[in-house]
């Protein structure tokens, strides 16, 4: 039996998660002894990355969009 036949006795959601914890600490290290840029390339190979990165972009255009309505419209009238 070799080692990747145990590795299958793993179920795949914590195979995930160990994957995702490794990359991530890798990913910790890079951006302390490296740089920013290092850092977020390794995070790119999470298992979540691409859901991360769609996040990420819907964020930043609701926030945009929200911003020019808010700068668009009037303030609310003062009562008295």
Same mark, same amino acid.
């Given at each position: 039996m070799s080692p990747f036949d145990l590795i299958d006795l793993i179920p795949s959601k914590i195979q995930r998660q160990v994957m995702d914890s490794t990359i991530d600490f890798i990913? %910790?290290?890079?951006?302390?002894l490296l740089s920013d840029e290092i850092s977020e390339r390794i995070r790119r190979f999470r298992s979540d990355a691409e859901f991360q990165k769609a996040f990420e972009q819907a964020i930043e255009e609701l926030?945009? %969009?929200?911003?020019g309505i808010l700068y668009r419209s009037k303030?609310?009238?003062?009562?008295?």
């Open positions: 990913a %910790n290290q890079a951006k302390s926030t945009q %969009n929200v911003g303030p609310p009238p003062m009562v008295r």
